[in-house]
DNA sequence: TGTCTGTCTGTTATCGTTAAAGTGCACTTG
DNA sequence: CAAGTGCACTTTAACGATAACAGACAGACA
């Protein structure tokens, strides 16, 4: 049956929203709370009851009082908080990204379900949903087969990337006239640079960086397919980093020398130059995957 | 528990192919029927036990002889071979695109589930693979919602459409010179002139044609990505003929005209008009797709 | 020696069940 | 009377169980 684990979530968020304040002030109304938490008015009741008899709060009639600061051991463990579907997703990545699953090789479902501890129909759901990811397939009446991080997911990848990129660069460019996008772009642009100061010490800071300035540029299409490819861009880079640590610092600088060439040909407005900086950008982004998945 | 209706769908396709053969012919042997009707050797001795004592066959030690037809009777009838999340993807389909869901409405998947006479397992597992079109999106820890055939929707739709329509096509021209291509493209366009002659009466044979076409461009650029997308266009596509019967024929009579000289710039090796024809295309296309979901 | 068969074991599809979490409604309170 | 509360009722998440189906292996056959 289901877990508590939304309970024990929201209840830790709960007591961090009351370290936040002191001791003898009131908090808010259970609507108010089940707004904030965003979970039902249910579960913020369930958390008063419980906060009320560790003796955090007084329940009197409709006034909560904060009590007294709740203390570390109160937390429930990270360990419980985790909602099995996110436990599942979380090994499931582990297993096929950094264990050797070969191209090729039949998932077994049942196996899988006892390595992670979790029922058959959680794996069954979530090779389900990661099968958008073009990574599985699944044979008539039969299991899963893993297909591989082969040269040609990255081509096809890399394929629909450029396309998507594209479009996109040209959205955002002929929207740059609105504010929201233009300082989006000079934040983006002074933290490239901040990083490129310090890029001798501070380069694998580089990974979250090229999220947000890509994640910026796709959301200008604001298209939910071109978002939702981004979520398989974005797993395959994130593993992509962790794989291939040869000339990690130098690839990163010329990526955010390639992220500022992107940037400063929207600011200047010069479609011509920009099309240009985004197909080198995209051309060096496809030879250091393929490179790290043949080394893989 | 699981149904047997792999076992009734084989039972069926192995009596199509004893209608084939004549009385006193012999069966192939099991691993060999397996292959042909697509399932495990399990299946396919269920199937030849309940067909020796239905008398269709006599087993005896390795061989098997054909003793008569089947009779119509004989066959398991077309509801009990649909396994159950085919019905459920088959009632879902409709209840959405020819009921009447209005965008933002939640979707209850108890009332789906008593409605289609399945469990709630059921839907839910089909609301996660039917969420990859974008049509529904999930709220946190709770329901579905249905976004609906918005026009944003057919927008963002469009546009990806048209990259990869674009792209297939310059994959396509790239690889005309191989045989295989070059005659399902004389093949296709055989088909549309034939269809061209009759349209006055058969307009309506001209979706499947539509599919055939799109699908064997798209299939040149030889992207997972792009298939999997073209399985919404398609779906969308499919219900938006049922929708938009109005001027049906012309319309019909039109697509076929753009088609035609996509094939002809292909097959002449114009890149430049190609593209131009392919762009008609789509826009055409597009359009007739927004005025269907504005009167529906 | 290579393919086929009998048998047995392992895996998957689907359902029903149950606790957790969400939602609606009447009533209360300020 | 608008927002908050208590309570009952729905709906969802997740599991375990089981029949259907797939696959492996040893021995038989040709």
Same sequence: chains 1, 2.
């Avoid at 087969?145 to 081509?155: D, H, I, K, M, N």
């Amino acid at each position: 049956m289901k877990d508590n684990s939304v309970y024990k979530r929201s209840f830790n968020a709960c007591l961090d929203l009351i370290r936040r304040l002191e001791p003898g002030a009131l908090l808010g109304s259970e609507p108010a709370l089940a707004r904030e938490l965003e979970v039902s008015r249910t579960t913020v009741r369930s958390i008063l009851v419980a906060l009320a008899a560790a003796g955090v709060i007084a329940l009197e009639g409709r006034s909560r009082q904060v009590l007294r600061h709740p203390l570390d051991a109160e937390y429930f463990p990270d360990l419980e908080t985790e909602a099995s579907s996110e436990l599942i997703e979380r090994r499931f990545k582990e297993w096929l990204l950094t264990g050797d699953v070969k191209p090729g090789s039949i998932i077994n479902s049942l196996e899988l379900a006892r390595r992670f501890e979790v029922s058959t129909s959680g794996i069954r759901e979530y090779l389900n949903r990661f099968s958008r990811f073009g990574l599985i397939e699944r044979r008539p009446n039969a299991s899963w087969v893993f297909r591989g991080f082969t040269s040609s997911f990255a081509l096809e990848l890399c394929d629909i990337r450029e396309l998507f990129e594209m479009q996109s660069i040209e959205r955002f460019a002929a929207q740059i006239h609105k504010e929201p996008l233009r300082r989006r772009l000079a934040d983006l642009k002074a933290r490239h640079i901040d990083l490129l100061g310090r890029i001798e010490t501070d380069f694998t800071q580089f990974s979250p960086l090229d999220e947000a300035f890509h994640r910026t540029i796709n959301d200008a299409a604001d298209n939910r397919f071109i978002r939702e490819f981004y979520e398989i861009i974005s797993l395959i880079f994130h593993y992509h980093f962790q794989w291939n640590k040869v000339d990690e610092r130098e690839r990163n600088e010329i990526a955010i020398h390639e992220h500022l060439a992107i940037i400063e040909g929207l600011e200047s407005g010069d479609a011509r130059a920009t099309r240009k900086a985004v197909a080198v950008h995209m051309s060096s982004a496809r030879n250091s995957l393929f490179r790290s998945l043949r080394g893989h």
